[in-house]
Antibody
Framework: QVQLVQSGAEVKKPGASVKVSCKAS????????IHWVRQAPGQRLEWMGW????????KYSQNFQGRVSITRDTSASTVYMELSSLRSEDTAVYYC??????????????WGQGTLVTVSS | DIQMTQSPSSLSASIGDRVTITCRAS??????LNWYQQKPGKAPKLLIY???SLQSGVPSTFSGSGSGTDFTLTISSLQPEDFATYYC?????????FGPGTKVDIK
C-alpha cells in the first residue's frame, strides 16, 4: 500500500534551517511528483512547491522568496524539504503529498502524516 | 494568485442532515477544483477531484459540482465520521491555493 512517512517533530531557533524528510513506499517512486504543503496553527493549507521524483525538476511558491528547497534521493525513495531563515511565522505542520495528474487536473491522493516544526527562541 | 473563499466558515448539523458547502475562486478555474476532508491532528484526505469525481473508497454520500468560479460539496446524509473540516483547492495554476475551510460539527 502507498505510504508517505515523514520525519519527526523539530524545534528550531529563528534564523536557522530545517530539513524534513518524506519516505515513500508501495509505488514506483520515480513515477510521481511530490508536493509540500504546510498548515500554521488554525490556518488554511498553504502550498510550498513540488519535485518530480523522476527527473528532479522543481517548482516553488514565490511566497517563500527563495527560502525553500526540495530535493530527492531516488536510492532511498525519499524527498526532502529544507526551509531556511526560519521565523516564528514558519511554525506549522508540514505535509508531503503525492500528486496524481488525471484529465489535465492535479490532485493529492496520498499524504504524509505531517511534521510539526516549531520556531522559537 | 487565485484566491479561494468558502462559505459558511462553520456549520452545525445533525446526523442524517443534508449539508452543502460552497467554494468560490477569484477567477475561472474550469473544473480544476478538489475537495479534502481533515480531522484534528490528521492529514487531509482527498474526497472529490476535478469538481465532481469521487475518489476511490469515499462514500457516495459525498458529491461535488460546479465549474468556472463556483463549486459545491454536498453530503447527502451526514454520518458521525463526517464531522471534520473541509477544504477546497484549485489546481488550475500555481501557486495551488486552498480555501479557508468549513468546519462541520455536531448540533
Amino acid at each position: 500500500q502507498v505510504q508517505l512517512v515523514q520525519s519527526g517533530a523539530e524545534v528550531k531557533k529563528p534564523g536557522a534551517s530545517v530539513k524534513v524528510s518524506c519516505k515513500a513506499s508501495g509505488y514506483t517512486f520515480t513515477s510521481y511528483v511530490i508536493h509540500w504543503v504546510r498548515q500554521a496553527p488554525g490556518q488554511r493549507l498553504e502550498w510550498m512547491g513540488w519535485i518530480n521524483a523522476g527527473d528532479g525538476n522543481t517548482k516553488y511558491s514565490q511566497n517563500f522568496q527563495g527560502r525553500v528547497s526540495i530535493t530527492r534521493d531516488t536510492s532511498a525513495s525519499t524527498v526532502y524539504m529544507e526551509l531556511s531563515s526560519l521565523r516564528s511565522e514558519d511554525t506549522a505542520v508540514y505535509y508531503c503529498a503525492r500528486q496524481v495528474l488525471f484529465g489535465g487536473n492535479y490532485f493529492f491522493d496520498f499524504w504524509g502524516q505531517g511534521t510539526l516544526v516549531t520556531v522559537s527562541s | 494568485d487565485i484566491q479561494m473563499t468558502q462559505s459558511p466558515s462553520s456549520l452545525s448539523a445533525s446526523i442524517g442532515d443534508r449539508v452543502t458547502i460552497t467554494c468560490r475562486a477569484s477567477q475561472s478555474i474550469n473544473s480544476y477544483l478538489n475537495w479534502y476532508q481533515q480531522k484534528p491532528g490528521k492529514a487531509p484526505k482527498l474526497l472529490i477531484y476535478t469538481a465532481s469525481s469521487l475518489q476511490s473508497g469515499v462514500p457516495s454520500t459525498f458529491s461535488g459540482s460546479g465549474s468556472g468560479t463556483d463549486f459545491t460539496l454536498t453530503i447527502s446524509s451526514l454520518q458521525p465520521e463526517d464531522f471534520a473540516t473541509y477544504y477546497c483547492q484549485q489546481s488550475y495554476s500555481t501557486p495551488f491555493t486552498f480555501g479557508p475551510g468549513t468546519k462541520v460539527d455536531i448540533k
